[in-house]
């Protein structure tokens, strides 16, 4: 039998519930398919963590991280604590030291959920985004200086390297490579920041030489925001840089219904380290605790985690049992206007995979 350890990290506010539920629809997954095992060992880090022992994660966390295949993720941030201490004490501090450079970030209108884009067809809007996730905007370099005086300043460096930008966009020309509309759309903002995605253009421009079937553009970050919202289905597979990807992943979840069904992958693609999976809305303290987190996210992202450990059949099943639960307007939750809570949903995805035990039809979490 193959095993699998699985380390799992609720973190902060609805991640705890949704992660709670991912782990409950995996380990249905595990004993329905008799082939595989999934051990998971739990840990408490996040802000709650960070209250008690003023760190988001202990010293030699990274280092307990290493022994397991992949990492499931929640959600990091909350309302007392400041936001660039909770992601880069975990999230980024996660990361950025296990080198998952490639941040993909899957995309389409599930079946029942509705876009907010007039007359859009579910077929229009199917992409993969992928975000550098190493460097760039995120990079962490600058400072501060006479800090309080009128002549303070803060500096805030993006660092864009050679190595760093050719490794994903081969990755990207990979990925459309394999996707049937072989497309890659290349973003930048090259017209104002006058060097490094200068850099970016020129190395997209000599890897697509080694990518003679793909077909690429180049568009502006503002410009692709009009391109996603007027004529999404001229889209398809996506490259960006960590902050402009960021921005824009965010708003194609939205397109497609909701942040509350958009799932993550930071890859590790040479699998020197763990590679983490995590749904993309965050903690939203607002309603966590009150079971009306939307797990479908969640569900998707353990579809992408099974995909990664070579559980092909496992991650169709599950995404055959996430899209017949969208397709009814009964098990949509909040974020989706309708009244369902995370335990129905949950409960609803794990009765279609006992009644499919055995059966699986394809419908991939992502190609390639």
């Not at 709670?20 to 998971?40: C, H, I, M, N, Q």
């Not at 800090?147 to 990207?172: H, N, W």
């Not at 309708?338 to 995979?353: E, F, N, P, Q």
Request: glycine content about 8%; proline content about 6%.
């Amino acid at each position: 039998m193959r095993e699998y350890k699985i380390a799992a990290i609720p973190a902060d506010g609805i991640g705890n519930e949704v992660i709670s539920a991912g782990l409950e629809v995996l380990d249905a997954l595990a004993r329905a398919d008799g082939g595989f095992k999934l051990t998971v060992e739990n840990f408490d880090w996040g802000s709650d963590y960070y209250k008690k022992h003023g760190v988001m994660m202990p010293a030699d966390g990274r280092e307990t991280l290493k022994k397991f295949d992949a990492i499931y993720f929640g959600a990091v941030g909350a309302p007392d604590v400041p936001d660039h201490i909770t992601l880069w004490g975990l999230r980024i501090n996660i990361c950025q030291p296990f080198d998952q450079y490639a941040n993909v970030r899957p995309t389409r209108i599930l079946p029942g959920i509705k876009s907010p884009l007039a007359g859009i067809k579910p077929a229009d809007l199917d992409w993969v985004i992928v975000r550098e996730n190493s460097e760039g905007e995120y990079s962490g370099h600058g400072g501060r200086s006479h800090r309080g005086l009128p002549q303070e300043v803060a500096t805030e460096v993006s660092i864009f390297t050679r190595a760093g930008v050719t490794r994903i966009m081969r990755f990207a020309f990979r990925l459309a490579q394999s996707r049937p509309r072989k497309l890659l759309t290349v973003v930048t903002k090259s017209n104002a920041q006058r060097n490094g995605l200068v850099l970016w253009d020129e190395i997209a421009a000599e890897v697509a030489k080694e990518f003679p079937d793909v077909t690429w553009d180049k568009m502006l970050v503002d410009a692709m925001t009009v391109r996603m919202t007027l004529k999404p289905q001229t889209i398809d597979t996506v490259v960006a840089t960590n902050l402009h990807a960021d921005i824009l992943s965010d708003l194609a979840a939205a397109l497609a219904g909701s942040l509350g069904i958009a799932p993550t992958a930071n890859l590790n693609p040479e699998g020197q380290f763990p590679s983490m999976f995590e749904p993309i809305h965050g903690s939203a303290y607002d309603i966590a605790g009150k079971g009306l987190a939307n797990p479908i996210a969640t569900f998707w992202t353990a579809c992408m985690m099974l995909d990664h450990l070579g559980e092909r059949a496992a991650s169709e099943r599950l995404m055959r049992a996430i899209e017949r639960v969208t397709a009814d307007p009964a098990m949509h939750t909040p974020d989706l206007g309708g009244k369902a809570t995370t335990r129905m949903v949950t409960d609803a995805v794990l009765s279609i995979l006992e009644a499919e035990k055995g059966r699986a039809a394809p419908s991939p979490a992502f190609a390639g």
